[in-house]
């Protein structure tokens, strides 16, 4: 009933930056928090950022600094902007929602979360 479709990975030199966008779609009623992950090669995967409803955030001590987690709450989106990219950061990056359902009858449902298919960030050195 809802679909996350991610955009915006890519190649990238070291130091470089990459923003990603991440938008949500269906039959969504509200979302509450949204988020990335990331899982490398070999890794478990890991919360990059997160950002309430109500626009507070967490980042990954790893990405404090360097990454910005934003949202369009009109637009049912979340970004990442990220900077000063290193080798270690290379990963596929999948973001998520909390999403509130609505359902045919006029009724919601939830929070479920749900994922997108994620997106390659290869950063070189």
């Known amino acids: 009933q809802v679909q996350l479709v991610e955009s915006g990975g890519g190649l990238v030199q070291a130091g470089g930056s990459l923003r990603l966008a991440c938008v949500a779609s269906?039959?969504?009623?509200?979302?509450?928090?949204m988020g990335w992950y990331r899982q490398a090669p070999g890794k478990q995967r890991e919360s990059v950022a997160t950002i309430q409803s109500g626009f507070s955030t967490n980042y990954a001590n790893s990405v404090k600094g360097r990454f910005t987690i934003s949202r369009d709450n009109d637009k049912n989106t979340v970004y990442l902007q990220m900077n000063s990219l290193t080798p270690e950061d290379t990963a596929a990056y999948y973001c998520?929602?909390?999403?509130?359902?609505?359902?045919?009858?006029?009724?919601?449902?939830?929070?479920?979360?749900?994922w997108g298919q994620g997106t390659q960030v290869t950063v070189s050195s």
């Open positions: 998520y929602a909390e999403v509130r359902v609505q359902t045919g009858l006029g009724g919601t449902y939830g929070p479920v979360a749900y």
């Open positions: 269906g039959r969504i009623f509200s979302i509450n928090a």
